[in-house]
C-alpha cells in the first residue's frame, strides 16, 4: 500500500547517510568516553567533533551545548535545573499556556517544590503578548519558558521581543526549539536566549537524542546526577551513536535548510488552500503567516479527529491530532483550547507536518482522499446532519 | 596492534545480532509509539515485547519496567522519584558507603532538598553490616539505596537479607544492579526489592538504554516530566532501536548467563593467581568470594594507576582504575577509602572486567605485560626505592 507520511513532528525515519555514520559507535569504537586511555580519549574527541557540530547548527560555542536523552529531557533539564539552581533568588517562573508537556509538567513539578507558576495567555493564533510577559515579571522571577513554535498550530512566537523584556529585567529567557530546529534558521544570539532546547526529531536524526543549549556559565541543576559527563551537567554514559547522528544531521540540516524550508512551505500552501477549497466549515489554525513552513493544522467542524486519522490510515495517510505526546492522554487540547477554539470544535483537530521527501504527487493525494473521508464521517454525524450551517 | 579489552564494566561492543535487531527501527519502522495510526501502534507493540524480555531477565512483570536513557537515569528515577513521592512521610533515606556517582549525588540533591542522608559504612570487603542498617532506620526513613554489586571491588551485597529488614520496617529497598544483571541471575522475588536499576552495560546491548523495575504500583515522581509515555512516569519520545536492543540482549543475556559466569570466573581465577604470584605487594581489594565472577580488582603498591593503564594500553590491554564515570575527576576513590585502603595506596587501584569475549591467550597477555609495567613504574618510584618491604 501507498505510505504518506506527514507526520514529520512526532518523528522521522533517520536519513541512510547519518546511520552509517552511526553504525560503526555501536561495536568498532564502542569505548566508554570517560576512560583515560586511547579508546576512551578518541571518543570523547568524536563527541565534541558533534557538539561543535550542533553548536555551529543554533549559532553557539560548542561548550555551549548539553547532550541529553531528549528535547523532553532538555525542557525538563532548562527548566527544573534553572529554577532549582536560583531558588535563593526566587520561587517565580512564568511558561505560556501552550508549552509543551515537558515544560508544562516541568512547571507542575516546580509548583509542588513551592515555586509559583505563572501561565501566560496567548492570542487566538496562540501568540504570547510581550506587553503581558513584561507585566507578570516580578522581582522574584527567574525563568520564562517559551516555546519558539508550537507543533500543534505550528505558530511561531516573537521569541526575540520576549527575551529581551527578560534580558532587561535580569530574568533568564528558555525556548523550547524542538519544533523549529531544522525547519527554520535558529540563532541563539538572534533569538537572544540564554537556553534552548532541541531534538532530533526535525533533523531526520534517530531518537533517543537531544541538546540543551546553555549561555556561558549559566548555572543549571543537573537533572540526571552523576559522574562528570557534560562537565558534571548530565550523568549517565554518553549515548556516542546517538550523538553521532544528532552531530552529523545537524551539519546535512545546516546546508540544507533553506531548500527544504522552501520545498515544504510550496507543499503546506497547495495543501491548505487544497483542503480549504474542497471542504466546508474547516478552520485553519495557528498564525497565517507566522508559522513553521511545513505545517499545516485545523480543526474540522462535526469530526472527530482520531476518527478521521483512521480512515487516513487505511488509505496510507499518516497525520496526527495534536502532539504525539498527548495523544491519548487528553480529551481535549490544551493548545486548542487556549487559543480560544470551542471544545467540540477542537475535537475535530488534524495536523499535518511535511519534510523534503514529501511531493506534490502526495500532496494531491492526501487532497483526494481527505474529503472523502471527511464526507463519511460527517455522514455519521448526527450534528453534522442537524447543523447545516455551523458559523465560526 | 593487538587488543585485550578487559573493562567490559565501562562499555562493550554490541553484538552483531543485536544491531540487526535494532535497525529495521531507524528507518523502515520509526514510527513514534504514542501515535495513534498503525505505524505507532506496531511500534508501541514492539516496545512492549522487549519490556517483557528485560522484565523476564530479573523475574518481573512487564509492567513493572520503565525504560530509561541510561542506568544512572534510572538510578537518579528510584531514589529521587521515590523520596520525592514520600517526602509527605518522611525525609530520611539511607545509602552505602560504595554507591555508584548516579545513587550518591542524588541523594546529595536531596540533602538540598531537606531531607537527611545517612551513609552506611562497609567493612573491609564492602560489605553492608545488616545490623547497621537496621540500626540506621528511622521512622521517617522512606528509602533504602544498596548497589547490588560494586563496579570498582567487584564485592556483592546481601541484598536480600538486608531488603528483608526494610519490609519488616516498611521502607521501600532499591538496587542497583547495573553491574549485576546479565553477570549473575537477578531476581527480583528473590531479591526481595521494591526498585532495582540496571543498565546494557553488561548485556553487550547499545548505550543510551536502561531500565528500572519498580514492584506494582510503586508511586514515583517522574524524574523527566512529559507526555504519557511509559504510563506517565518517564516523558520523551522513546528511544525505540536501543529499546530493542535492550530487549534482544537481554533474551540473549538469560540463555548465556551460565556459561557467561563460568567462563569468565575461570578467566578471572586465572587472572588473579597469575598476577599475586608474578607481582609482590599487591592487594586484591573486595571479597575474595562473594563477587562478580569476571571481576577482579586490585591495589598495587608504589603504583599511579593511571601510568599503569598508559603503559598497558601501549601495549594494546584496556583496564580501567576505578568506575569510568569518577576516571578524571577524582583523586582518590571514596570506595577504596570506604574499605579502609591507604589513600596512596588507593592510587595504585587497577580494575579487569571479563566477558564472554574474552580468552586464556589474553590472561596470559595480560600476565606477560603487567608485571613488566609494574617493574618500570616501581624504578621510577622513590616511594618503591626506598620501602622495600610495606605490610598491608
Redesign the interface.
Known amino acids: 500500500m501507498k505510505r504518506v507520511?506527514m507526520?514529520h513532528a512526532?518523528?522521522?525515519?533517520?536519513r541512510?547517510e547519518v546511520?552509517e555514520a552511526?553504525?560503526p559507535y555501536?561495536?568498532?569504537h564502542?569505548?566508554?568516553p570517560?576512560?583515560?586511555?586511547?579508546?576512551?580519549s578518541k571518543i570523547k574527541h568524536v563527541i565534541e567533533e558533534q557538539r561543535a557540530k550542533v553548536a555551529k547548527l543554533v549559532g553557539a560555542k560548542a561548550e555551549e551545548i548539553i547532550f541529553t536523552?531528549?528535547?523532553?529531557?532538555a525542557?525538563?533539564l532548562a527548566v527544573?535545573g534553572l529554577a532549582l539552581a536560583r531558588q535563593k533568588k526566587g520561587k517565580h517562573i512564568i511558561i505560556s499556556a501552550v508549552e509543551?508537556?515537558?515544560v508544562l509538567?516541568?512547571a507542575?513539578?516546580l509548583e509542588r517544590?513551592d515555586f509559583e507558576v505563572t501561565f501566560l495567555p496567548v492570542d487566538e493564533y496562540g501568540l504570547v503578548d510581550p506587553k503581558r510577559l513584561s507585566q507578570a515579571i516580578r522581582p522574584e522571577t527567574t525563568l520564562v519558558s517559551i516555546m519558539h513554535a508550537n507543533n500543534e498550530i505550528g505558530t511561531i512566537e516573537p521569541i526575540s521581543e520576549l527575551s529581551t523584556i527578560c534580558r532587561e529585567r535580569g530574568v533568564v529567557f528558555h525556548a523550547d526549539a524542538v519544533a523549529t530546529v531544522g525547519n527554520i534558521p535558529v540563532d541563539v544570539s538572534e533569538l537572544n536566549v540564554d537556553l534552548l532546547s532541541l531534538s532530533g526529531?526535525s533533523l531526520d536524526a534517530?531518537?533517543?537524542?537531544?541538546a540543551l543549549y546553555f549561555r556561558d556559565n549559566l548555572r543549571l541543576?543537573?537533572?540526571?546526577?552523576?559522574?562528570?559527563?557534560e562537565r558534571?551537567r548530565r550523568?549517565?554514559?554518553?549515548?556516542?551513536?546517538?550523538i553521532v547522528g544528532l552531530g552529523n544531521a545537524s551539519e546535512l540540516a545546516a546546508k540544507e535548510l533553506t531548500d527544504k524550508a522552501n520545498h515544504v512551505r510550496e507543499l503546506r500552501n497547495l495543501l491548505v488552500a487544497g483542503i480549504h477549497e474542497r471542504i466546508e466549515q474547516v478552520k485553519h489554525t495557528g498564525h497565517p503567516v507566522k508559522r513553521l513552513p511545513g505545517h499545516a493544522s485545523f480543526c474540522i467542524e462535526a469530526i472527530e479527529g482520531?476518527a478521521l486519522?483512521?480512515m487516513?490510515?487505511q488509505e496510507g495517510i499518516?497525520a496526527?491530532?495534536g502532539?504525539?505526546?498527548?495523544?491519548?492522554?487528553l480529551k481535549t487540547s490544551p493548545v486548542l483550547v487556549a487559543i480560544g477554539i470551542r471544545p467540540d470544535l477542537a475535537q475535530g483537530s488534524i495536523v499535518f507536518t511535511l519534510n523534503s521527501s514529501n511531493t506534490v504527487a502526495e500532496v494531491e493525494y492526501v487532497l483526494e482522499k481527505l474529503p472523502l473521508a471527511v464526507e463519511k464521517l460527517r455522514s455519521f454525524s448526527p450534528i453534522w446532519r442537524k447543523e447545516t450551517a455551523v458559523t465560526f
Not at 570517560?34 to 576512551?40: C, L
Not at 536523552?69 to 529531557?73: F, H, K
Not at 534517530?206 to 537531544?210: L, R, T
Open positions: 507520511y507526520d512526532a518523528a522521522t525515519p533517520v541512510k546511520i552511526m553504525l555501536f561495536d568498532e564502542f569505548g566508554n570517560s576512560t583515560v586511555y586511547d579508546m576512551g536523552s531528549s528535547g523532553a529531557e525542557n525538563n527544573k509543551h508537556h515537558s509538567n516541568s507542575r513539578f517544590m526529531v534517530p531518537k533517543g537524542v537531544g541543576m543537573p537533572l540526571i546526577h552523576g559522574g562528570i559527563q558534571g550523568g549517565g554514559t554518553e549515548n556516542v551513536p546517538a482520531e486519522l483512521f487516513l490510515n499518516y496526527n491530532t502532539s504525539a505526546c498527548a495523544s491519548k492522554a
